[in-house]
């Protein structure tokens, strides 16, 4: 019996399972754009959460906020319940299979970045938040039913203790 090149090229390739498809090959997470509202319940602008090479990007639409520097984080659960945003629980700290637990502590944090917000009130930014992800991972920020995106008061900490929560966006697939 007589096999030809074509054939057995043809048998190779069909034993290729569809999981090997490069990752660049498969459909990126749709951008997500989340509402920021303030103490009083009022909408200060957007964040939009679209995929990054090395983490999620944020892009920021801010309105009336204070102006000066600030600090914003990612928190742990998918809840901004006004005046004080406290209901966002602590940074985002997933646990992570076989990740040295320094990284996965630092999953919430966006590191080397101080929101400047102009003085009429307004900042239009992007950063990569490098510890998250938009996919199905444990430092997803859609993992357990979602996150938060914390903006605090000061950008340097007060006694020890973090600066005031004064803006929360919930982060959770709709």
């Known amino acids: 019996m007589k096999v030809t ?10 034993a290729i399972p ?8 498969q459909t990126a997470p749709k951008p997500v754009t989340v509402n920021i509202i303030n103490a009083a319940k009022e909408n200060v602008g957007t964040a939009t959460l679209s995929e990054a090479p090395k983490g999620v990007k ?6 009336n906020l204070p102006p000066g520097q600030h600090l914003m984080h990612i928190h742990q659960f998918p809840k901004c319940e ?7 629980g602590p940074h985002f700290n997933p646990k992570m299979d076989g990740a040295d637990s ?6 919430g944090d966006i590191p080397h ?4 917000v102009a003085q009429n009130g307004t900042a239009h930014v992007s950063v990569v938040a490098p510890g998250v992800t938009m996919g199905n991972e444990p430092n997803s920020v859609f993992a357990n039913g979602g996150t938060s995106l914390v903006i605090h008061e000061v ?7 973090a600066p ?3 803006a929360c966006a919930v982060i959770a697939k709709k």
């Open 18 to 25: 569809a999981a090997a498809v490069p990752a660049s090959a």
């Open 155 to 161: 950008a340097k900490t007060v006694s020890d203790s």
């Open 82 to 88: 006004a005046p004080d945003f406290k209901s966002a």
């Open 58 to 63: 944020i892009t920021l639409d801010i309105k």
């Open 164 to 166: 005031p929560r004064i």
């Open 5 to 14: 090149t074509s054939t057995l090229l043809l048998l190779a390739l069909s």
């Open 113 to 116: 970045f101080e929101l400047t």
């Open 102 to 107: 320094s990284m996965a502590a630092m999953a």
